[in-house]
């Protein structure tokens, strides 16, 4: 029997998503206690954000992360070297680099992946990496949990999950808790502040269109943390929207993720010099590694643009 449990982590906190397993009462003396640690040893239980059990009979040694967030994930918890494989467009950080692909924006492969001999694949539900992937590794026996990182808590859970799934819950517990202290930092400092009217541009559609942050999102998130508001509050699902419509919201700030070359040649289209924006000198580019890929990166991001937006 399983029942579901939060580990105390350091300083006495629990760590939500563990499960382990339930510890009967054993008759005293030497044999009881025996029998309880063979109980507490019995490997590690795990809820994904799937809501998927997830077991593991020890903290595994060789792990595939694919995409770039999970790849960060791991190595900012000081696991690097239990890395194994990664998905294609993987650049963070520099000891990953030289490792086997497993695939990419054409799909992933099953094969690839069991050829790295993982004893935990870590995946995000992006690209149909999860379709491709979950299924079979689980009817092979390869332990495999899938992250969501929907929200700034979310990438915080993930951290401390992901560092239980390694044996490793106090760097988990130590690496979130800092995290959560920096973001309590910049709320103070943007409290009572003038939350400026903004709107960042995530890329450029071929077909015209221009792709932005969209509230109820991390990145949407991550911007109001560093105290902005969106200017285009009811954008939905798609996050399209015509030039336009960005002209017509006509926001205070203008965040471009890219290079400042890409943010020129956005600003020279016609009529983008009559922006407020543009007038006031509040076109900024911000970087998609901090904003675009969910993870401790992210907390880099959001302390930069609340400095930019407010200055001391």
Known sequence: M???WGAVAAGGALLPGLTVPTVQAGPAGPAGAAEQAMQAASGIHLKDALGRAVWLPRPPRRIVTIFSSNTELVAALGLVDRIVGVEDFTRYPAEVLGLPKV???LGFSVDAVVAQRPDLVIVTP??????????PMERIGVPIMVL????LQEVLDNIRLVSQACGEPERGAALAQALHARLQAVDATVAGRPHLRALMVTGRAGN???LLARPGTYTGEAMVRAGCQHALPALGVLA???PEAVLAADPDVLLFAGNQA????????PGWRDMRALRQRHCWTVSRSE??????????GIESLARQLHPI
């Open 240 to 242: 399209q929207v015509s």
């Open 262 to 269: 890409g943010l020129d040649d956005l600003l020279h289209q």
């Open 148 to 151: 969501l990182s929907r929200t």
């Open 291 to 300: 904003f675009l890929i969910p993870g401790p990166r992210t907390f880099d």
């Open 103 to 105: 695939g990419g924006r």
């Open 126 to 135: 992006a690209r149909q990496a999860a379709t491709q992937l979950v299924a």
């Open 2 to 4: 399983l029942r579901r």
């Open 208 to 210: 015209g269109m221009l």
